[in-house]
């Protein structure tokens, strides 16, 4: 039997708030007016490192270096956060555990037990179908947006 998935209550999503100083980015677009684009460029201004990481990129965004997959970054990443279909959180789980990362992120809508599964079998924290800018914001910034 697979155990259903439990997300992590705010007090430990407020630790991962505030012990995160790098954010990947999975599924960051270019584009301006894209939800991506918009909460990675918030989470930035709030202090964090964006690392986009999108095979689509060929061009620095919000001042970085893109990255086609999470096993090209160089550098440690703190959180993977996830602007992808649910269909695809499993595989983005699976690259994120190559990685190294720790922690992962599925943006509001991206809910996929078995990637929660994978992820809980190799020790990697993930939170699911909730915005990081809301959070921080109702978390962090005393609900300021």
Not at 53 to 75: F, H, S, W
Not at 105 to 130: C, P, R, S, T
Request: net charge negative; glycine share 6%.
């Amino acid at each position: 039997m697979i155990a259903m998935y439990e997300a992590p209550s705010n007090e430990i999503v407020k630790q991962w708030l505030q012990e995160t100083k790098t954010i990947a980015v999975v599924g960051l677009s270019d584009k301006p007016d894209r939800t991506s684009y918009q909460i990675a460029e918030t989470m930035q201004a709030r202090g964090y490192r964006i690392l986009p990481v999108n095979p689509m990129l060929k061009t620095d965004v919000l001042g970085e270096k893109p990255y086609a997959a999470l096993e090209e970054i160089p550098e440690k990443i703190d959180l993977v956060n996830v602007f992808r279909r649910s269909e695809e959180l499993y595989s983005v789980v699976e690259s994120a555990i190559k990685a190294g990362a720790k922690r992962i992120w599925a943006q509001q809508g991206v809910y996929d037990e078995q990637a929660a599964q994978l992820a809980k079998e190799n020790g990697v924290e993930i939170l699911m179908d909730q915005c990081i800018a809301v959070a921080h914001s109702v978390l962090l910034a005393g609900g300021k947006h």
